[in-house]
């Protein structure tokens, strides 16, 4: 089948595991959600990150099957993490590859049903990388899975080369302002006026912002003063295992 076989192993011995980084409320100042990254919990190695095996599953194409095994996943727990008082959704990435895949929009649907997922939980983070391709089919997909309930997100915010014509055609409900102009906050004017310039189109456009890679307080009140929806980032919780992302939201309520 073309895929990486060390990596084809690892999805048929259930070797990924997603962990959960929380976002957080600033109007609330608590948890509403969180976002699946996947780690490798690989027999010799150890945990591995993202960046040493996605790139590899994104060239194969064993991303495709990999995505179905993490939206199921997310699917699983979701009940846990209601039970744990989750009021909010799981953002799940989408790589442009898994919409090369023609069946992406039903069998989402399918995933969904089979196991019992309420699609107001649900999110998909695209990057604009995603929005550039095959640009047709990748907006019937989403404008299909959108009428489900199911909503996006738009991943990396200022990194890519969307255009504003995309925020516009397509239904994204939320902004995620790239942690490269959180970085730079306060402190560095050009960092500062893109990352208000972002606030105020998200809002202007009637979206939700999030701002990325949030690390300490100075940033918080900068985002809190400039009326930032959700944070997330080191400063309240590293992405962590199912386990303690439970307990995060059991001590939120
Ligand atoms: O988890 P990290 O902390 O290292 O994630 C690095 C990158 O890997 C993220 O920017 C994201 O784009 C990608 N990534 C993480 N989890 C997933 C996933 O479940 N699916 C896809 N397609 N990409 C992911
Ligand atoms: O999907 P995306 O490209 O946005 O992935 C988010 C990446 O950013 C993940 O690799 C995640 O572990 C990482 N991340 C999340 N919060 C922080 C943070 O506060 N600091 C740093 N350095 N990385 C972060
Ligand atoms: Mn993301
Ligand atoms: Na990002």
């Given at each position: 089948?073309?895929?990486?076989?060390?990596?084809?192993?690892?999805?048929?011995?259930?070797?990924?595991?997603?962990?959960?980084?929380?976002?957080?409320?600033?109007?609330?100042?608590?948890?509403?959600?969180?976002?699946?990254?996947?780690?490798?919990?690989?027999?010799?190695?150890?945990?591995?990150?993202?960046?040493?095996?996605?790139?590899?599953?994104?060239?194969?194409?064993?991303?495709?099957?990999?995505g179905?095994?993490?939206?199921?996943?997310?699917?699983?727990?979701?009940?846990?993490m209601?039970?744990?008082?989750?009021?909010?959704?799981?953002?799940?990435?989408?790589?442009?590859?898994?919409f090369?895949?023609?069946?992406?929009?039903?069998?989402i649907?399918?995933?969904?049903?089979?196991?019992?997922?309420?699609?107001?939980?649900?999110?998909?983070?695209?990057?604009?990388?995603?929005?550039?391709?095959?640009?047709?089919?990748?907006?019937?997909?989403i404008r299909?899975?959108?009428?489900?309930?199911?909503?996006?997100?738009?991943?990396?915010?200022?990194?890519?080369?969307?255009?504003?014509?995309?925020?516009?055609?397509?239904?994204?409900?939320?902004?995620?302002?790239?942690k490269?102009?959180?970085?730079?906050?306060?402190?560095?004017?050009?960092?500062?006026?893109i990352v208000?310039?972002?606030?105020?189109?998200?809002?202007?456009?009637?979206?939700?912002?999030?701002?990325?890679?949030?690390?300490?307080?100075?940033?918080?009140?900068?985002?809190?003063?400039?009326?930032c929806?959700?944070?997330?980032?080191?400063?309240?919780?590293?992405?962590?295992?199912?386990?303690?992302?439970?307990?995060?939201?059991?001590?939120?309520?």
């Amino acid at each position: 089948n073309g895929y990486d076989p060390e990596l084809w192993r690892a999805l048929q011995r259930e070797e990924f595991e997603l962990f959960y980084q929380p976002r957080i409320d600033l109007r609330r100042g608590s948890i509403c959600g969180a976002e699946a990254l996947i780690r490798w919990q690989h027999p010799e190695r150890g945990l591995q990150t993202p960046d040493s095996f996605i790139p590899s599953c994104e060239a194969s194409g064993l991303i495709v099957p990999l995505g179905y095994w993490i939206i199921q996943e997310v699917g699983k727990t979701l009940p846990a993490m209601k039970e744990a008082g989750l009021d909010g959704r799981i953002g799940v990435n989408l790589s442009f590859r898994q919409f090369q895949d023609r069946h992406l929009a039903p069998t989402i649907e399918r995933l969904m049903q089979q196991h019992l997922m309420d699609t107001r939980t649900l999110e998909f983070e695209l990057t604009e990388t995603a929005l550039c391709s095959d640009e047709e089919h990748v907006r019937s997909t989403i404008r299909q899975l959108s009428s489900q309930g199911v909503e996006f997100s738009l991943d990396d915010f200022g990194t890519g080369y969307s255009s504003f014509s995309l925020l516009q055609k397509l239904p994204i409900t939320t902004l995620k302002i790239d942690k490269s102009f959180v970085d730079g906050i306060p402190g560095n004017p050009d960092d500062e006026e893109i990352v208000r310039a972002i606030i105020n189109l998200a809002h202007n456009l009637n979206k939700q912002v999030i701002a990325e890679g949030v690390e300490n307080r100075a940033q918080l009140e900068f985002l809190i003063r400039h009326d930032c929806d959700q944070v997330q980032g080191y400063f309240f919780s590293r992405p962590v295992c199912l386990e303690q992302f439970l307990s995060l939201l059991n001590t939120n309520r």
